[in-house]
Each structure stands twice: as structure tokens, then as C-alpha cells.
């Protein structure tokens, strides 16, 4: 039996992918304005970064534009990016085998929210409740834990882990 439940793969047009407050959402422009809040997106230089745009947080999730979904289980949250992989079996099989004590991370971030209430959603694009990942995080301060997971030659991920504070 799996222990996590995966949400859908979101993918972006080559950007970065934003996580906002759904409450906020609707204030991201995307590609719009001078400058737009995708080109402040696209500055980020590390996996993860935040952003303050029309008086709401973002998460940018910078790096490659890659398949991005959500993997839930009873106490964890992880933004599992899929660099690559033979199919989306062996992602989720090897995310189940995982040992999140024993990883490494790259980058720590911390993330305070307005709402518990999250969604994620292309940053060239304005906000689509119909073209987005939404989920909930158990706390409204969270440490975004990222690292790369390379179980096999065939299999590398990059994840964010949101640990509750």
C-alpha cells in the first residue's frame, strides 16, 4: 500500500512554478506589467526563493521548468520535480522508498503564510483555478527543505519539503 498520495504533474512554459495563498492568487500578473512579476520570478537564482508582489508572499520554485507534483501522506508535504525518470511509476516508487532522514539538502528557506490554503501555478501565466496544484499545509510557517534525490542512474528528483515550525 502507498503511503503517499500524488497529486496530478503540473509543468510550466518554461519558468519557474509559484506557490501563493489562494486567497492572493488573483494579484499575480504573470507575464503582464513592467516588470512583470514572471521576470522577478525569473531572476531567482537558487531552487527556492521568495518574492512579495502586490502585497502577497510567493514561492518561487526557479531551476528547470519541471513536471512538478504533490506527494501527501499522514505528516508530510513534498513538491516532488521530476528531472528525470523512465515514467511516473518509478517516480512515485521510488518517492515511497525514500528516507527523508537521511537526505542531504541543498537549501533551507523559511515561509510564512497568510492562509494554509496553497496554490501552485505557472509564473508566466496569471492565476487559473482550472491550470493549478492546490493543497494544504498542516502550519502557516513552514522550512522549505529542498534536496536532490538521485536513488538510481535512471531516477532524479528534485524536492521541496515543507516541514511545519
Not at 512579476?37 to 508572499?57: E, N, P
Not at 528531472?83 to 525514500?98: I, R, S
Not at 532522514?101 to 528557506?109: C, D, M, R
Amino acid at each position: 500500500m502507498s503511503k503517499f498520495k500524488f497529486s496530478s504533474w503540473l509543468s510550466s512554459s518554461e519558468g519557474p512554478l509559484v506557490v501563493m495563498d489562494e486567497a492572493k492568487a488573483a494579484s499575480w500578473n504573470g507575464i503582464d506589467g513592467q516588470p512583470s512579476d514572471y521576470d522577478l520570478a525569473c531572476q531567482t537564482r537558487d531552487y527556492t526563493s521568495k518574492l512579495t508582489v502586490h502585497g502577497a508572499g510567493a514561492l518561487v520554485l526557479a531551476d528547470e521548468p519541471l513536471q512538478t507534483a504533490i506527494a501527501t501522506a499522514a505528516d508530510t508535504l513534498l513538491l516532488v520535480r521530476w528531472k528525470w525518470a523512465d515514467g511516473e511509476a518509478d517516480v512515485q516508487a521510488e518517492v515511497e522508498k525514500m528516507d527523508l532522514g537521511t537526505v542531504s539538502y541543498v537549501e533551507k528557506l523559511d515561509v510564512e503564510w497568510i492562509d494554509r490554503q496553497l496554490v501552485m501555478f505557472d509564473a508566466a501565466d496569471v492565476f487559473d483555478p482550472r491550470r493549478c496544484l492546490a493543497f494544504v499545509t498542516s502550519s502557516r510557517r513552514n522550512k522549505i527543505l529542498t534536496f536532490m534525490y538521485e536513488p538510481t542512474p535512471r531516477t532524479s528528483l528534485l524536492v521541496h519539503a515543507f516541514n511545519p515550525f
